[in-house]
């Protein structure tokens, strides 16, 4: 989990391989044609990719990776 700050007209990329959340805290970006601003917030599923383009002023925000590095595990496990 971080807090980050991506400055303004930024185009931010990169893989999730176990997932990520980020919460926007202050400004906005662009996500898969998602306009996102304070208080969005935005899932990406394990093996997905984050395609940002932040706004006009400088972004901060809440992400957290990788916590769903388990899930496929927790699944199998579980008994219907």
């Known amino acids: 989990v971080s807090i980050q700050t991506w400055c303004a007209n930024a185009r931010v990329s ?12 202050k400004g906005s970006l ?11 917030w935005l899932r990406v599923p394990m093996g997905g990719k984050i395609n940002a383009v932040v706004g006009d002023e400088d ?3 809440w992400l957290k ?3 769903l590095a388990q899930v496929n595990r927790d699944i199998k496990n579980l008994n219907f």
Do not use: N, R, W
Not at 14 to 25: K, S
Not at 30 to 40: A, V, W, Y
């Open 14 to 25: 990169f893989d999730v391989t176990h997932g990520a959340e980020i919460l926007i805290l």
């Open 30 to 40: 662009t996500e898969g044609g998602d306009l996102l601003h304070k208080h969005s």
């Open 59 to 61: 972004v901060k925000l």
């Open 65 to 67: 990776t990788g916590h």
